[in-house]
């Protein structure tokens, strides 16, 4: 008997019910060939609720359990779409711990074991790799599991040292309340200042040639970005991590999984190693430290920008040297905070509507801290 039609879901809703974007359910379609939405004209998608399961199982394999996507097909191969359409529920059975194979020999999960989920929440006097002015409260899970308070991670074992925009208090901005602009904390070493306010620069620098790169692969004019980045803002960080601790908590990471909220990351990063970031197939992937090479990743502002054709990738950091600290310097080139956001006009097409409304770079901002931590900045937080 068919179905009420109130029991279909637009992929837009199942998007915003599971908090996955929607490239990623179409993504996961072309590998699990269990998931079948309805396809009505024009390929329009509609879930029914089993469909609907069978996604929250393969998010919650996927990211809170952190199989890759070989991993989940096995187990709908060997326990069917049944299980996996209950394994996201409390209580309900889960997979048996797999062996590691010779392709993978970590086995199906990342090399961490069970990583954070995503949802990972740090309180807000944490500090992440890459959040921005004040505490970790930049971190944004991609695809949020579950309730934060339930969800919550361990923090992140690191210390950081901020530095942003430097303007005076009258500065527009800084009446405004925007994130990352006032004055900077200068410590009390020779030269401080201008060291960081040089390498601030000459990232800035180095952030408008690689945007020129992202306009020309967008068949956009060179310059295509540089109206959205003239208020010489941007944010700097300094962040040591410790050797992991034994004592360290269950999922307990230099840095958990997460994505950036900007534009584009320019990471610098020394020999220790332990950056790892997540590739489209669902694998954590190494990037080990090059001498004289920086990290880029993309941010979800850029995600959003492009409509999804770019992607702001997961990323953690485990320092796996017992002896050393690591170090390494973030520079987050973020688009001023008034600049209108909406998905460039050559990201869109028949195939790939408008997936984000228009907003500005502060409201995106505000967006991704209130997807982590249920408030916008500003706000009170609720009891
Ligand atoms: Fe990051």
Not at 17 to 31: C, N
Not at 333 to 345: C, F, N, Q, W
């Amino acid at each position: 008997m068919e179905k009420a039609p109130e029991a279909f879901r637009t992929i837009s809703e199942v998007a915003d019910e599971l908090d996955v974007p929607q490239h990623v359910l179409r993504f996961w379609e072309t590998r699990f060939s269990q998931i079948r939405p309805m396809k009505r004209g024009g390929g329009r998608r509609y879930y029914r609720p089993d469909d609907v399961d069978l996604l929250r199982g393969i998010r919650h394999l996927l990211y809170g359990e952190g199989y890759t996507i070989r991993g989940v097909q096995r187990i709908l191969r060997e326990h069917g779409p049944r299980f996996v359409q209950a394994v996201w529920q409390e209580g309900a059975p889960q997979p048996p711990v797999g062996r590691g194979t010779e392709e993978s020999p970590e086995g199906e999960r990342g090399r961490f074991g069970l990583w954070p989920a995503m949802g990972a929440q740090e309180p807000e006097d944490g500090g992440g790799e890459d959040d921005e002015s004040s505490g970790s409260d930049d971190q944004v899970p991609h695809m949020r599991l579950g309730p934060p308070p339930k969800a919550a991670a361990p923090p992140d074992l690191k210390e950081s040292f901020n530095w942003g925009a430097d303007v005076p208090d009258d500065h527009p901005y800084v009446k405004a309340g925007y994130r990352g602009y006032g004055k900077n904390t200068v410590p009390p070493v020779p030269g401080f200042k201008d060291q960081m306010d040089e390498y601030a620069g000459a990232m800035r620098k180095l952030g408008d040639l690689l945007l020129e790169l992202v306009a020309r692969s967008l068949d956009l004019p060179d310059g295509w970005f540089k109206p959205f980045f003239q208020s010489n803002g941007g944010k700097l960080r300094m962040i040591k991590y410790p050797p992991q601790p034994q004592s360290a908590q269950f999922n307990q990471l230099g840095a958990g999984a997460h994505t950036d909220w900007g534009a584009v990351t320019i990471l610098a990063q020394d020999e220790i190693g332990g950056l790892e970031v997540r590739n489209v197939a669902g694998e954590w992937i190494q990037a080990r430290p090059i001498a004289g090479a920086f990290v880029i990743n993309i941010g979800d502002l850029m995600a959003r920008w492009t409509n999804g054709l770019y992607n702001s990738n997961l990323h953690r950091v485990r320092n796996n040297d017992t002896a050393r600290d690591r170090y390494s310097i973030p520079f987050f080139y973020d688009a001023d905070p008034t600049g209108v956001i909406e998905a460039i006009p050559t990201c869109v097409s028949p195939d790939n509507p408008v997936q984000y409304p228009t907003c500005s770079a502060n409201e995106h901002i505000a967006d991704m801290f209130q997807r982590s931590y249920g408030y916008r900045p500003g706000q009170a937080k609720a009891s």
